[in-house]
């Protein structure tokens, strides 16, 4: 059985231009992470559109979406900008419910070495194998439903919505 990876960008494939000071994108890192991080699963993956999610619309979650229905495999991670993931996820769930979908991201590019973003990977590929079906959001080993769950901008961390 094999498992497939959407790759939307976010801060996860973010490169930095040091003659600028600026991030930007190249290609996903995501086939280098999972060769750093000797995963043995079957995974397919796929680049949906490399963006930060602030910049994300409508039109690209619907295409997500489109994505998630049209694949033939029932267990799909999701690689996403942290600051709209959960605004996708909601956008998913209405859509797709026979699947497990997982939506991960990082709050450091994976470029910089010392990114949560191939722990945050290893978790969402091992989470979206064990759960129901369902819309995910996994970050830093946690994995939360998509309607029980917010980015706290505060301290940086993904949490369920009763959590303060």
């Known amino acids: 059985m094999s498992l497939r990876v959407f790759v939307t960008g976010g801060t996860f494939d973010k490169e930095y231009d040091e003659l600028t000071g600026t991030l930007h994108f190249e290609a996903t890192h995501v086939e280098e992470m999972l060769r750093r991080g000797r995963c043995m699963l079957d995974v397919n993956v796929e680049v949906l559109m ?15 979406v489109d994505a998630c229905v049209a694949c033939t495999e029932t267990q ?41 973003g191939l722990f945050n990977l ?16 996994a970050m830093n080993g946690r994995c939360f439903r998509w309607d029980d769950v917010r980015k706290n901008r505060d301290v940086g961390v993904f949490e369920p919505l009763g959590e303060a």
């Open 50 to 64: 490399m963006i930060d999610s602030l910049e994300m619309k409508e039109s690209h979650r619907h295409r997500i």
């Open 122 to 137: 290893g978790s969402a590929l091992s989470f979206v194998q064990a759960l129901a079906p369902g819309v995910y959001v």
């Open 76 to 116: 799909i991670v999701i690689t996403h900008g942290t600051d709209t993931m959960v605004e996708t996820a909601t956008v998913i769930a209405a859509a797709v419910t026979t699947k497990t979908i997982v939506l991960t991201g990082a709050m450091v590019p994976y470029a910089f070495g010392s990114s949560d």
